[in-house]
């Protein structure tokens, strides 16, 4: 076989596992998202008889009292409190661990390294956020949410600030500027590229939390979206076409955005972890 | 450092920074080995000492936790490593479809773990699910892949891989195209083939990429848990439990002291595991 020829199955082999392998689980909730829930009991990847999608759809927002409208909210809200807060604190303490070392620095990188490692003791943070009445509230959790990401976002920062030169604030020093006017009007504007960076994979991670919501925010005011896909599922019935479209709807934010910021998604991911 | 120095890079920048991170992560993980030797209520606790450790490695359905955790780590941490560095170059390769294919690998990454994990459960039903369907159109029987406590742990685990796969790839991508070019150019005045370009020179040379990916996934496998919950809840009886979800269900059920020692342990096994793996592993890179 020649080599073109070579090439060219290998690249047809390779586009026909992506469509069994990946397209296909995405066909599967869309088409049954679009069924009535007999038909989507079925399981089966066959294109509906009639499409349901404006009944299902409303019937998932409606759903248990408007959850999923609430839950939407409670999740927007979190992403972009949680993001907001991140990204001043990582930013601020990023700044200082690349630019100062003295005998802290060790132990401060010690601490970062280890909250990469270790998993949260669930119920000791449960009994620290009671004991500051933030057990349940939008504010505990939000400082959760920094507090475990703070480690990834810091590396983050700390990495970036590599590439800005010392010498920039050198003549800022010089020029007799104090050290927060340095940082926030010289420093945090070239911080840009990596502050996107750090919003678009928090806000992936964050909307999509599903363990810490589920700890630190439990309640039926305080649901998340990823919560509300429990609505249609019980013991005993599971609406199928409802679950589907629950799926769907919490689905189709995240891969709007995947759309857009592909490329800084993908560079947030490797930037704080491969060394070159 | 001089004193404009210290004024200016001043330790106040760290504060917010180091209040939340102490207050919320560093006090709950250092308070945890204490309440991890009470029966307690969050209200009122009392000492008894090892008893919850006594009881968490004697009692069968939670020390099957130990077990399933490890091997859910390495099974998923060993076939990310090997797909990641296989798509990794096939996506670095001369191919048109290149960037179809590196979007398409990496779009599960972005959707919620409860959802894969739902729809694949669907997926994997014994009677209606496609899998088994697709199976039998092809001649070979179906399989139970959640009921059977034997398979159980791997379907959930072969699901893991198709999320986090795409994770794996990206890390591969960069740390193949880092590899100088000279490389592959001395490679081709010697003569090498396709096989020793991969033996060769990407193997050895993406070591970061694959110290990398094998941290991530094996401190994630480790600690799984969303994924496990919303396909199997552990069971069927105990056969998919993990530490982390032996951790839900006694926090579930009230036991707060015996889920906390469970956090212990599952912070002394991450932290025997990982440590040392990181060391051995960086101990080996070499520089490009």
């Known amino acids: ?276 | 450092m001089n004193k404009v120095m210290k004024r200016t890079y001043s330790y106040a920048f760290l504060l917010p920074a180091a209040v939340i991170y102490l207050i919320i992560f560093i006090l709950p993980t250092i308070m945890s080995f204490f309440f991890s030797l009470t029966r307690w209520t969050l209200f009122d606790w009392e000492f008894i000492g090892f008893d919850n450790f006594v009881t968490f490695f004697q009692e069968a359905s939670l020390s099957i936790g130990f077990k399933n955790t490890f091997i859910y780590a390495v099974v998923t941490c060993l076939l990310k490593v090997v797909i990641g560095l296989l798509l990794g170059v096939l996506l670095t390769s001369k191919i048109r479809t290149r960037g179809y294919l590196r979007s398409v690998v990496f779009f599960p990454t972005l959707v919620s773990t409860i959802a894969v994990g739902i729809a694949f459960s669907m997926m994997m039903h014994p009677t209606l699910g496609l899998i088994n369907k697709a199976l039998e159109a092809i001649g070979i029987p179906a399989v139970d892949w959640l009921g059977n406590p034997d398979l159980a742990l791997f379907s959930v685990a072969l699901t893991d891989v198709w999320k986090g796969v795409g994770f794996a790839t990206v890390i591969y991508i960069a740390g193949i195209m880092s590899i100088p070019e000279q490389y592959y150019e001395a490679l081709q005045i010697d003569g090498g083939n396709a096989f020793q370009k991969f033996r060769h020179i990407i193997v050895p040379l993406s070591r970061s990429a694959t110290n990398t990916v094998i941290i991530f996934a094996f401190i994630g496998g480790l600690r799984s848990f969303d994924l496990i919950w919303s396909m199997t809840r552990g069971g069927p009886g105990y056969a998919t439990d993990v530490i982390a979800s032996i951790i839900y269900k006694q926090y579930q059920a009230g036991f707060y002291g015996l889920a906390t020692a469970g956090n212990v342990i599952l912070f002394v096994f991450v932290a025997l595991l990982a440590f040392p793996l990181n060391y051995f592993l960086t101990r080996k890179e070499v520089d490009l």
């Open chain 1, 1 to 276: 076989m020649s080599r073109s020829m070579k090439r060219l199955s290998l690249e047809a082999a390779a586009v026909i596992l992506s469509i069994l392998i990946f397209w296909i689980p995405l066909y599967f909730v869309l088409v049954n998202a679009l069924k009535d829930a007999p038909g989507a009991s079925e399981l089966t990847i066959s294109w509906p008889s009639t499409v349901h999608l404006w009944s299902n759809l409303k019937e998932v927002v409606i759903a248990n009292d408007y959850m999923l409208l609430r839950a939407f909210y409670n999740s927007t809200l979190l992403t972009i409190l949680s993001i907001v807060l991140m990204v001043m604190v990582c930013a601020m303490a990023g700044f200082i661990m690349h630019r100062r070392s003295d005998r802290l620095t060790p132990v401060i990188g010690f601490f970062v390294l280890a909250g990469l490692i270790i998993p949260p003791a669930i119920v000791p943070t449960i009994w620290v956020l009671d004991n500051l009445q933030l057990f349940k509230t939008m504010t505990g959790i939000v400082l959760v949410e920094v507090a475990l990401g703070f480690p990834f976002g810091v590396i983050l920062f700390r990495n970036f600030m590599g590439g800005i030169p010392r010498e920039i604030d050198e003549a800022a020093i010089i020029d007799g500027c104090g050290g927060f006017r340095l940082f926030f009007r010289i420093i945090l504007p070239l911080l840009k590229p990596v502050t996107a960076t750090m919003i678009v994979t928090s806000s992936v991670s964050i909307f999509n939390d599903f363990v810490n919501p589920l700890y630190f925010f439990p309640g039926s005011e305080n649901v998340t979206v990823q919560l509300t896909l429990y609505n249609f599922m019980s013991q005993y019935t599971t609406q199928y076409n409802l679950l589907f479209m629950n799926i769907l709807v919490i689905t189709v934010p995240l891969l709007i955005l995947f759309l857009f910021f592909n490329n800084k998604i993908v560079s947030g991911m490797t930037a704080g972890s491969v060394k070159g």
